[in-house]
């Protein structure tokens, strides 16, 4: 049996662990956006804290993805259920990229430009949202595009802790020395991973034309 | 205005002194400019100048001494509420790059929050003042000429009638010819407009061409403050030293 018939003939099962694993980066992304964004935000109006934020975001990053999800496993209110514990782990790698790409590019708004806004005399809530946010979006954005494809390759681990997903396919495959079980999960995420990089990447360029329109 | 407050002093600045890190940027500086003068702020980069502007919009407040804006001291009045009774330009306008030239030139009007078609009227309105066409209305900043996205950096200041227009090097980065007829056209539009002007500058012709009195800065101390007319003759050092460097191959 050809790759193509296994994947036809198991195409319910592929596409509900597909629909699974997008759950699973989709509710994570989310709320790393959620966290990374505002705490991005608080680091440019409060300095003094972005050493320790993005450290602390970075030190997340280096934690072997397998060693987190299984420290999560003795978490008690969460241990319970798979997939929240996998949803808290995507969560916490996503934060880096979105804390770090927020402060980046809120920082590099031309300071003229900031400083003729403020000097015309908005408030620092106008300038957040009319001036520094939108000139920063393309960064941000770039930002939730590079969370988001990473958090999908990771999400594949997931299913070392019963959290579903495509990663489900490729442990069963592994266990059985099923190659076609192995591309079943690894190939779907892998195109997965490929149209979010495409598809927000599009988005991405759109926002960043925001301030080169030329 | 009534007569007290025509009186008045539109910016006064009284011995103010401004510190960072124990350097002096502004020392015991005293200048004073009524409604409808235009004062040139002289000096090389690191006088003291930018400070000085700054100290009158409240982006920064005095270590010592005191600003007074239309007659109250800075740290009495709303930042907020200051700056937007004070018009600023800086090199190359500063637009913002993701506005319209309308959106950019509303900026005021738009967080004072002005009924929509009184904001229209007033953007049609100034770009006619400061010589554009009303068609670049809907264009970005990135598909201007410098000299057409420095006359909407001067719009914008204008936009709300400001009593107080700062300008921060505001034709530096333009050519020779544009920069020419944009003082021109500057100087035509104070003598109609009668704001409280300062502009900063470290070009003499300029400031000899828009000046009605010239104030020369050096190392954050004022060195001189005269009349227009006057200056060219000084016999102060730094003032000898600026009309010779500025005179320099020509035939005089």
Do not use: C
């Amino acid at each position: 049996m050809s790759f193509w018939d296994f994947l036809i003939a198991h195409r319910q099962e592929v596409l509900s662990l597909t629909v699974e694993h997008m759950t699973l980066v989709g509710v994570s992304i989310f709320f790393a956006v959620l966290i990374g964004i505002p705490l991005g935000i608080l680091i440019t109006r409060v300095p003094r804290l972005s050493k320790a934020v993005l450290g602390s975001a970075n030190v997340i990053q280096t934690i072997p993805s397998l060693a987190l999800f299984g420290f999560l496993l003795f978490a008690p209110w969460i241990g319970a259920r798979g997939a929240r514990m996998a949803i808290l782990a995507l969560t916490l790698y996503a934060l880096l990229p979105l804390i770090r790409n927020t402060y980046a590019g809120i920082r590099n708004v031309d300071p003229a430009v900031v400083e003729a806004g403020r000097a015309m005399g908005m408030t620092d809530r106008q300038l957040l949202w009319q001036v520094e946010l939108p000139l920063a979006s393309g960064v941000i954005m770039a930002g939730i595009r590079v969370a988001t494809v990473v958090s999908i390759g990771l999400a594949t681990i997931a299913a070392a802790i019963g959290a579903g997903g495509l990663g489900e396919f490729i442990f069963r495959g592994l266990s059985m020395v099923n190659t076609q079980l192995i591309l079943a999960g690894a190939v779907p995420a892998a195109v997965l991973a490929l149209l979010a990089d495409v598809g927000l990447g599009a988005l991405e360029r759109r926002l960043g034309a925001l301030k080169g329109r030329a | 205005m009534d007569a007290a407050a025509a009186r008045q002093p539109a910016i006064e600045i009284d011995h103010a002194s401004f510190r960072l890190n124990g350097r002096a940027l502004v020392h015991d500086l005293a200048l004073t400019v009524t409604q409808g003068e235009t004062l040139v702020l002289l000096g090389r980069s690191g006088s003291g100048k930018t400070t000085t502007l700054k100290l009158i919009n409240r982006l920064l407040e005095p270590s010592a001494g005191e600003v007074r804006v239309s007659g109250r001291r800075t740290a009495e009045w709303d930042p907020i509420r200051l700056r937007r009774g004070i018009g600023y330009v800086i090199q190359d306008g500063g637009l913002f790059p993701h506005f319209t030239v309308e959106r950019n030139i509303a900026l005021v009007p738009q967080i004072e929050k002005w009924p929509l078609e009184r904001t229209r009227a007033r953007v049609q309105e100034l770009l006619g003042l400061v010589g554009l066409s009303a068609d670049l209305a809907s264009r970005y900043p990135q598909q201007l000429s410098g000299g057409q996205r420095q006359r909407v950096g001067v719009a914008r200041a204008l936009a709300a009638d400001p009593p107080i227009l700062l300008l921060d090097e505001a034709f530096g980065a333009l050519d020779p010819i544009t920069r020419a007829e944009i003082q021109k056209e500057f100087r035509a539009l104070q003598q109609r407009l009668k704001k409280a002007v300062i502009f900063v500058t470290h070009d003499l012709r300029e400031a000899l061409l828009l000046g009605d009195r010239i104030a020369l800065m050096e190392e954050g101390r004022l060195v001189v403050n005269l009349p227009v007319a006057e200056f060219a003759t000084s016999g102060e050092p730094l003032v000898r030293a600026y009309v010779e460097a500025f005179s320099g191959g020509e035939a005089r």
